[in-house]
């Protein structure tokens, strides 16, 4: 009964933003990943920017799962 009514309360077209924008925490995540590894050498700026990444990669993920499974 909660599925129809989550349904119901988010269109096709918002869910596709949703998706779009975890998506894109995602391939922000993979750049800010490559940087801090690679591009940065001091280690605490390279440890919070890697730490940054991994938050949007679980914001991403979180999303991802929120539109998979209302679908």
Not at 14 to 26: K, L, R, T
Not at 28 to 50: D, E, F, P, Q
């Given at each position: 009964?909660?599925q ?9 077209m918002n ?13 922000l995540?993979m750049?800010l ?5 690679h ?5 605490i700026?390279s440890?919070v ?5 991994y ?9 991802m799962i929120?539109?998979?499974f209302?679908?």
């Amino acid at each position: 009964m909660n599925q129809f009514v989550l349904s119901a309360a988010i269109s096709p077209m918002n869910m596709m933003w949703i998706s779009f924008y975890s998506m894109g925490f995602m391939a922000l995540s993979m750049a800010l990943m490559y940087i801090s590894r690679h591009k940065i050498s001091n280690g605490i700026i390279s440890g919070v920017i890697a730490l940054i990444a991994y938050s949007f990669l679980l914001i991403g993920f979180l999303t991802m799962i929120f539109v998979i499974f209302t679908w």
